[in-house]
């Protein structure tokens, strides 16, 4: 689960090494495993390796001795002279004893199966010249690509294409994930992707000290609440949604109804008079209380059991809903943020920022889309092309004090301590309307139980996308909160709790 950056996975060698194992016995023990995957690809027919001039393409030769030894008709082209090649990379040309092809697009040929080990994880420059045009010509061929590490034009920390990059079918990477194995767009340039052991010991990442997680279960495991026998609702926390004029109230009871169903206790929401007869003929299971000033607000939270807050999703823009957050940041409740509530910030980000460090309210989690977040952080969305959304995400979060939380078919979530999880399991059709107002209710709902935010975040990231995977194409944004009992079952089944 634990994701590495290029220079991470570099140190990780490096330990290895010098804890007595070869760094050629690693490379031999990477380019076996990409033939015994290139095997399982292709039963038959010639393969090309395209070969550079680093580790990378030391891998790509040994994987090309090892199928040629396997039987298989096998040809290499390779970017360098075969005699500038140094180090492992040049051991490993060694054990291949056929003739290199000239670098060229004409060489690709008519192969069954292409093995790109052009360029490895650490690509800090776009890709010009021969190399651009024999990735074009790979991406033409038609043929399928097995990308040793990543894909040759990926960059592995931010995921950007430098200039042009390979299309892969299947990726094979070692150790632990990159960054660009999760983030777009080199997540869809690498296919499927599977991790290989070349005999890295674990015991390495005591001292690389990783802080980036693909978002999956047995991240936040230990933190995920569970019912008790002898426990009752107020136990499970309650949720206020605030809700915005008569025109926009389903954003709100979209996301009460993911925070009931995420696990709070009791959901109420804190509603205008105006749109009070339509939210209480619309809910059953889920409270309606009169709230039209903020010092309605501030007495409805001096009852300390309603302990987390979600404002924002059909709030409405303005000092009405800024003087909310204020209110809820000043009761030291759990809150999240959503929509209308990051947009009315949009003009003077650094008051909400201000207010959240001032608060100390530990449990507040940001959660915009692409096109909100530079509202709130203009300079880091106008970034170096380069810079990767996990970048962002981490630079937001210690510039406002809170879990942020960048939506997309990515999400990720980072914590102003540096943290960060990447998740990887949404659908496409989850990018439906109100989709983002039920997320924000079911983190809440998380909070509501006790949860840290950072893990609430991470959890609601994961199950909403699962919900999502459990409805199925056609999904629309009301049917995710009716799945989630589903995803609980998977959990629980996992997670080995009885119910």
């Not at 040629?68 to 490993?92: M, N, P, T, Y």
């Not at 105006?274 to 889920?286: E, G, H, W, Y």
């Amino acid at each position: 689960m634990e994701v590495l950056t290029p220079a991470e996975m570099e140190r990780a060698d490096r330990l290895t090494i010098a804890a007595g194992r070869p760094g050629f016995a690693l490379m031999l023990s990477a380019g076996q495993a990409v033939a015994t995957v290139a095997m399982e690809l292709m039963g038959e027919g010639p393969i090309l390796v395209v070969a550079g001039p680093g580790n990378n393409g030391g891998d790509g030769f040994v994987a090309a001795a090892e199928l040629a030894a396997r039987g298989r008709e096998v040809s290499v082209i390779l970017l360098c002279d075969r005699e500038s090649l140094q180090g492992d990379a040049a051991s490993a040309a060694k054990g291949w004893k056929y003739p290199v092809l000239p670098f060229n697009p004409q060489a690709i040929g008519k192969p069954a199966l292409i093995i790109d080990a052009l360029f490895g994880a650490g690509l800090n420059r776009p890709v010009t010249g021969e190399p651009h045009d024999v990735i074009e010509a790979i991406n033409g061929n038609g043929a399928p690509v097995l990308a040793v590490d990543l894909p040759s034009g990926i960059n592995g920390a931010s995921a950007a294409v430098m200039g042009v990059a390979v299309r892969a079918t299947e990726t094979v990477t070692f150790f632990r994930r990159k960054p660009a194995h999760l983030l777009l767009p080199g997540r869809i340039h690498c296919g499927r992707v599977r991790v290989a052991d070349i005999g890295i010991d674990p015991a390495v990442l005591e001292e690389i000290q990783p802080q980036t997680f693909e978002n999956v279960p047995q991240v936040w495991r230990k933190s995920f609440p569970v019912p008790w026998v002898d426990g009752h609702k107020y136990a499970r926390g309650h949720t206020i949604v605030v809700t915005g004029d008569i025109a926009a109230t389903g954003a709100a009871r979209m996301s009460a109804r993911g925070s009931l169903r995420a696990g709070a206790g009791l959901v109420t929401l804190a509603s205008p008079r105006d749109a009070l007869a339509v939210n209480a003929a619309a809910v059953t299971a889920i409270m309606v209380r009169p709230v039209d000033t903020v010092i309605q607000f501030a007495e409805l939270l001096s009852d300390k059991r309603l302990n987390t807050c979600v404002i924002g999703p059909g709030a409405g823009l303005g000092q009405r809903t800024r003087d909310f957050v204020i209110s809820a940041l000043s009761a030291q409740r759990g809150l999240v943020l959503d929509a209308d509530a990051l947009t009315s910030f949009a003009e003077a980000p650094d008051r909400l920022f201000e207010a959240i460090k001032a608060s100390h309210a530990p449990q507040v989690v940001l959660t915009p889309h692409e096109g909100e977040f530079p509202r709130l952080f203009s300079d880091i969305s106008n970034k170096h092309p380069f810079r990767s959304k996990l970048e962002r995400v981490r630079a937001a979060a210690e510039r406002s004090g809170a879990i942020v939380l960048l939506k997309g078919p990515d999400t990720v979530v980072a914590s102003p301590e540096g943290r960060a999880t990447i998740a990887a399991n949404a659908p496409p059709w989850l990018a439906t309307a109100g989709a983002g107002d039920v997320l924000s209710g079911m983190i809440a709902g998380l909070l509501a139980q006790g949860v840290q935010a950072f893990e609430a975040a991470s959890m609601g990231v994961w199950m909403h996308g699962e919900a999502a995977r459990e409805a199925g194409p056609g999904l629309i944004a009301e049917d995710l909160p009716e799945v989630l009992p589903a995803v609980f079952r998977q959990l629980y089944d996992e997670f080995g709790v009885d119910y």
